[in-house]
């Protein structure tokens, strides 16, 4: 079966699930080519939905973990996004493409040669909404802030205070949080009081650096 079939189906799959739930995080999937964001030896297992080693040690997330954590970022025109853990670029791809050119996505990856090949399958996939950044990510990205949508795609020990001041009033952040075996956490900033949700348990790889494990 072609890529572009397998993408399709798998899709369906995350729809029927309930997984995306949105034209825009949909639209999104079926524009960007999860198999040119991985590793040679592992395209062909692409479309199955699980996560998949990228080098490093590190992981690209799950198809299904990637259309929760859109969908719980309730994602619109001209947002400025912030996200922790770069890794393949995959996820900012995702993102960028469903909240469309008028918006932009700032990423940041503590291993350069991660952020470098993410940079090249951002540019592969046409991608041009997208910057990624090298260095800490768990002491936010004071440079670009404020954002209006915050997530961190590894497993922090607890909130990173940054990344809170770091949010707009009636901005989203989701962080697991937890040691491997984690709770996606959601904070909502509102009148500058936040206000903390579980959306359910997850695996991520951990978070390291000054607010990280
Ligand atoms: N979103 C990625 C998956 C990321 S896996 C994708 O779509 O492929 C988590 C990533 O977080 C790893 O690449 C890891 O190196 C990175 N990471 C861990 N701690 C970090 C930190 N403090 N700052 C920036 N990146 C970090």
Redesign the pocket.
């Known amino acids: 079966m072609s890529y572009e079939q397998q993408r399709k189906n798998l899709v369906d799959n995350l729809k029927r699930e309930g997984y995306i739930r949105s034209e825009r995080v949909k639209d999104a999937f079926l524009r960007i080519p999860r198999e040119d964001?991985l590793p040679l030896q592992q395209r062909p297992y692409a479309y199955a939905d699980t996560p998949l080693q990228?080098g490093?040690g590190?992981?690209?997330?799950a198809p299904h973990m990637?259309a929760i954590m859109c969908e719980a970022l309730v994602l619109h025109e001209g947002q400025n996004v912030l996200?922790?853990?770069?890794?393949?670029?995959?996820?900012?791809a995702i993102i960028a493409v469903a909240i469309g050119d008028t918006s932009h996505v700032h990423t940041?990856?503590?291993?350069a040669h991660?952020a470098n090949v993410?940079e090249t399958n951002l540019q592969k996939a046409s991608i041009t909404n997208v910057t990624v950044h090298i260095?800490?990510?768990?002491k936010g990205l004071p440079s670009f802030q404020p954002y209006d949508r915050i997530y961190v795609?590894?497993a922090a020990p607890a909130i990173p205070p940054p990344l809170i001041e770091e949010l707009k009033e009636d901005g989203i952040l989701l962080v697991p949080v937890g040691n491997v075996y984690c709770d996606l956490i959601r904070i909502d900033k509102h009148q500058g009081k936040t206000q903390s949700t579980s959306l359910g348990g997850c695996m991520?790889?951990?978070?390291?650096?000054e607010f990280?494990f």
Not at 58 to 61: A, D, G
Not at 108 to 111: P, Q, S
């Open positions: 964001f990228i490093h590190q992981t690209i997330s990637v996200e922790i853990g770069t890794g393949s670029g995959y996820h900012a940041i990856e503590r291993f991660l993410a260095g800490d990510g768990s795609t590894a991520f790889v951990p978070l390291v650096g990280g």
